[in-house]
């Protein structure tokens, strides 16, 4: 992802560097009204889109322009959809990925990047499930297991 921190700026670049940071869902990321700043700690608070806890991050993860809009009470990213998104970061992708070897993967490619970091930085199993606000091991166990690849079986 370094390479759109070249051609892009502004919400593109912010947008893509709170899904690496966060392991956050890109309508997650899009949907400001969902964050919250909390002044006294510093941290950012994230109320998620699907099932989950709330789950809370330090405020330097965040590009800066992307935090003052959680500050100001914004309610969303800009203008642009998920879709255009996905096709910016497909443009970027030298070939499509597959999760599992039957869906495509795209904008979520970045939350199973940084499940897997956390596994590989030691954190257990219940600590990956407190960070991503998860009640149940096999969500955390499926992430670690699912095949990501570059061939898609047609079934």
Do not use: C
């Amino acid at each position: 992802m370094s390479s759109l921190g070249n051609q892009y700026t502004g919400s593109v670049y912010w947008f893509f560097l709170v899904l690496r940071n966060t392991g956050s869902r890109g309508a997650e990321v899009l949907d400001l009204s969902r964050w919250e700043y909390e002044e006294e700690t510093a941290q950012v608070i994230l109320r998620p889109k699907k099932r989950g806890d709330i789950r809370t991050f330090d405020s330097s993860i965040f590009p800066v322009g992307y935090l003052n809009l959680i500050k100001q009470g914004q309610q969303n990213l800009g203008i642009r959809s998920l879709e255009s998104y996905r096709d910016i970061f497909k443009r970027h992708r030298p070939y499509p990925l597959f999760i599992s070897a039957t869906k495509e993967i795209t904008l979520h490619l970045p939350r199973h990047e940084y499940i897997r970091n956390l596994y590989r930085e030691n954190y257990s199993i219940n600590q990956i499930m407190l960070k991503m606000g998860w009640r149940s091991e096999e969500t955390v166990h499926w992430y670690l297991s699912a095949k990501i690849t570059d061939e898609l079986i047609e079934g």
